[in-house]
Nanobody, 115 residues
Framework: QVQLAESGGGLVQAGGSLRLSCTASVSIDGITVMDWFRQIQGREREFVARSTGGGKADYANSVKGRFTISRDNAQNTMTLEMSSLKPEDTAVYYC?????????WGQGSQVTVSS
């Protein structure tokens, strides 16, 4: 069983920056895949960024060059640094961890970007 606690998010003007954090209840050394998804109102949840073992990262085209995913294994925390935010980035952001063949989700964090 893994619990993921998200923090960060909020309201920011277009062009601004925000940070989201996702802290796991277990050591993330043993979690190969951790990622971020977002759900824009009225739409399906979509992939944002992924961190796999060895420091490899992948990004959705819509956020590439603006968002950075990272891990702090000592703090069991994954972070999403978001910069040059756009109104279309407004969504509820969810972290996810794949552990033991099961997907665990954070509670969701609202990010609102005003124009």
């Amino acid at each position: 069983q893994v619990q993921l606690a998200e923090s960060g998010g909020g309201l920011v003007q277009a062009g601004g920056s925000l940070r989201l954090s996702c802290t796991a209840s277990v050591s993330i050394d043993g979690i190969t895949v951790m990622d971020w998804f977002r759900q824009i109102q009225g739409r399906e949840r979509e992939f944002v960024a992924r961190s796999t073992g060895g420091g490899k990262a992948d990004y959705a085209n819509s956020v590439k060059g603006r968002f950075t995913i990272s891990r702090d294994n000592a703090q069991n925390t994954m972070t999403l640094e978001m910069s040059s935010l756009k109104p279309e980035d407004t969504a509820v952001y969810y972290c996810r961890a794949l552990y033991g063949g099961i997907a665990y989700w954070g509670q969701g964090s609202q990010v609102t970007v005003s124009s």
